[in-house]
């Protein structure tokens, strides 16, 4: 293959193609790979030196140009229009020689020129090395080779590729390779946003997540801190959650374990220290993600008073905007004391004591805005309410334009 055509690839890529479109033999792979993503690499102050004793002139002269535009200004010097006829195997050899700069450029278009100084220094280019592995071979799963990264070098899955596939790990066969299961599965956010139903959830400390394999017990280990957050046995690799989870306590029975619990309100989650997260429940799978984790901030809404009355909690109606109207979202109780209190002290400081009948409910103008923080996980499509409203806090610091906007909460599914 000629450097060319993989210059000219990956301008394409530049430009916004997919991916590189060629087709490569094993040791093109690997000169394709060593040109994209270089192990030792030339700075811009390194190539400035040089190409100024070539010049004849001060360093100085040209130390003032930004590092990134030390390829451009070397491509700018090749030929416009006249490929090389270099292969691959020749760009590396050129590359790795102590060339003349400027007349090296004179052998390249500029194309060419573009991805050989790119080479020279190292510079970031449109494929990364993971997706180049992925698409040398179409009939191997990508998390085929994601997972595989795990315990081969990239040299050796460009070998295996092309030789024997069996060498690379099938993500569904972690248990064979246990060592190749240790690498951090992915959470996503759960947000407001998310129409998913949930029902267990893990507390979590906060803290580094980190993995490690006990080969005596053949097991693998996740933890925060001194909290065991999962494991997993290769040698019953389809045990659900809690049962891999109780066959580990009955083994350790000091083990301090985040264990799944049923989810008995959102008050009752969303107001615990740490991380909460809803973990996929069923057998482990290293190369899916691991669940979901509650992203706090993003159900808190704030929210204006817009009546309350006293029994033997303090009951709140809540006001969200609708362009420039207030418009009814929710309500909510509270019935811990020190939140009733700080509820109490805010609105009589703004509309002074409540000397009415105690179980009425009092309308506050709409010329006076008290903003609370509200946390929800959704709007109820049913009702057009906020689904179990909880208190966060009292902000004194936020008025009329710092309330939610209804369009901001609507729109979210309950189910």
């Known amino acids: 293959m000629r450097f060319s055509n993989l210059a000219l690839a990956i301008e394409s890529m530049r430009l916004g193609a997919k991916g590189l479109g060629l087709t490569f033999t094993e040791s093109q792979a690997r000169q394709a790979y060593d040109i994209m993503y270089p192990n030792e690499t030339l700075t811009g102050r390194n190539i400035l030196s040089r190409v100024a004793k070539e010049l004849c002139v001060p360093y100085e002269v040209l130390i003032s140009l930004e590092a990134s535009s030390v390829s451009a200004l070397l491509a700018s010097e090749s030929s416009a229009s006249n490929p090389s006829e270099w292969t691959l195997e020749d760009a590396l050899r050129v590359r790795d020689s102590p060339f003349p700069f400027l007349a090296l450029s004179k052998q390249m ?3 060419e020129a573009h991805l050989f100084w790119d080479s020279v220094m190292g510079k970031r280019l449109p494929m990364t090395r993971l997706r180049f592995l992925k698409d040398l071979n179409p009939e191997v799963s990508p998390d085929t080779i ?3 990264r795990a315990f081969l070098t990239d040299y050796e899955i460009i ?25 951090k599965r992915k959470w996503k956010p759960w947000s407001k946003y998310t129409t998913v139903t949930l029902d267990t959830f893990q507390s979590i400390p906060k803290g580094p997540i980190e993995l490690s394999y006990d080969e005596g017990e053949n097991v693998i280990i996740e933890r925060v801190g001194s909290t065991i957050t999962d494991v997993a046995y290769p040698s019953h690799p389809t045990l659900p ?11 350790h029975e000091d083990a301090v374990i985040a264990w799944p619990e049923m ?7 969303v107001k615990r220290e740490g991380t909460i997260r809803f973990p996929n429940t ?4 290293p190369s899916e993600y691991g669940g ?10 704030n929210l204006r008073i817009a009546s309350y009355k006293h029994d033997d909690d303090l009951h709140l109606r809540l006001h969200a905007l609708d362009g420039d109207e207030f418009v009814v979202i929710g309500s909510l109780g509270l019935h811990i004391p020190s939140e009733r209190a700080q509820m109490k002290f805010a609105i009589d400081r703004m509309i002074g004591a409540n000397t009415e009948e105690p ?27 906020l689904s179990e409203p909880s208190f966060v806090d009292v902000r004194d610091d936020m008025g009329l334009s710092d309330i939610t906007q209804y369009v901001d909460l609507v729109g979210i599914d309950a189910d």
């Open 109 to 111: 278009d500029t194309i």
């Open 146 to 148: 994601t997972s595989s």
């Open 159 to 183: 070998t295996a590729l092309y030789h024997d596939t069996n060498r690379l790990l099938d993500p569904k066969k972690w248990y064979e390779k246990p060592n190749a299961a240790l690498r």
């Open 241 to 251: 959650l809690k049962e891999r989870l109780v066959k580990y306590a009955d083994a």
């Open 263 to 269: 989810i008995p309100s959102w008050e009752s989650i």
């Open 282 to 285: 069923g057998a482990f799978a």
């Open 292 to 301: 979901y984790v509650l992203v706090k901030e993003s159900h808190i809404h």
């Open 359 to 385: 179980k009425k409910w009092v309308e506050i103008s709409d010329d006076i805005c008290i903003v609370i923080g509200v946390s929800a996980p959704f709007v109820d499509r049913r009702t057009n309410m």
